[in-house]
């Protein structure tokens, strides 16, 4: 099947064509149907599928086709979890709006509060947003959604995660036209709060599921490597990065400090590279996110705050420094590359630290990973004993598990201690430091 054959407005079809899209994913193709044939529609497809164009695809030729239910009010309201989805998002409909006479805005938290005000009053016919900012923005009386038509909502799951939930039914509640459609888009459907939330924003609508949250990506090849500590880390790191066909990379890391640390080691190697968190102000975090679209530099290092709504073709690998928990983040993590049919490699860094949260992803995915070595940098560390829980011990001895007696004085004590963990009663030895040179002086008693 080919886009044209959707039966798509002329003018669609020409920015289609002279950008060069002619054959749809297959989450297009099963939706696009359903969307422009007016149905509320409930989909779920893995990260990377084309979901965007999914629901902008009939969004937009609604708005060609269809006369609009009211003059002021944003015909189409699309919400997305993060600033950084809003904008990949926003770019691509505006790519598929140039040269029409219709009309967007973009509504981020973070952003200025006035400006987005006045671009509310140039009444879009688009609105592209975060949930708790357009909520901000409908509680000022800036923004009316009556007349609106299509109720857009990607990534559902992740906006429930951050806790738009409220801001969600709000919204919902706003457009409250009869004629309105909606699309929900999210990972999974298997979720309760999903679930529910779906119950209450559509009517009778058409399930559409394109293999599964947890499915392997076919273009991704996963790489997992076992590692004794965080110089070796970083000796896999630059042995890889060295030896990789590199165009772009990202890597992930858990915490805020080591972007910036990993950075300036990657910048020591000879490559081009930006550190990414939360610490950046936004309009550090935009110009960070733009000059690595745009190919300015060749490495990103970043939380997790990039590792969805980046859709950079570009990525041809992405390095999992630190292990990422919840598990979940590690199929949006990997998945930055591999886009766009284009085949992309993941590299997993598995630490002792990492462990449980390593045995933690294979459990979501429902797969066994398999480890590799590279020649001259093998690890000593082969993986933690699983945790015992006091009733598992017990079962194994043939009695009940005892519940342990409360003591507040004792508790005090070990509470003001600190604990130490024996490395050697997980099964490997850990890192030695050499031994500290003595200054000669330091022996002198007289």
Known sequence: MLFKDFGLDTR??????HFGYDTPTQIQE???????AGRDLLASSKTGSGKTFAYLLPAINRVYQRKALSRRDPRVVVLVPTRELAKQVYGQLRTLLAGSRLTSALILGGENFNDQHKALQKDPHFVVGTPGRLTDHL????????GTELLILDEADRML???FADSMRAINNAASHRQRQTLFFSATLDN???SVIAEELLREPSRVAVGHGTDQHQDISQHVFLCDHLDHKEALLKHLVSNAELKQGI?????????????ELVTSWGYTSEALSGDLSQSARNSVMENFSRGKFQILVSTDIASRGLDIAAVSHVFNFDVPN??????HRTGRTGRAGFKGDAYTFVGPKDWYNFKAVEEFLKIQFTTEQVEGLEPSFKGLKAKKTGAKAANRKGQKAKPKKADNRQAKRKSSKTVVHDNRQDGFEPFKLPKKKLNPADNDES
Do not use: N
Not at 139 to 146: A, N, Q, V
């Open 161 to 163: 995660d951050l806790g």
């Open 30 to 36: 099963c939706a696009i149907p359903e969307a422009i």
């Open 251 to 263: 890597v992930f890391t858990a915490t805020k400090q080591d972007t910036v640390r990993l950075s």
């Open 192 to 194: 309760t709060d999903v």
């Open 139 to 146: 509680e000022k009386r800036h923004l009316y959604l009556e």
């Open 12 to 17: 669609l079809m020409r920015s289609l064509e």
């Open 326 to 331: 919840p598990a979940e983040e590690f199929v």
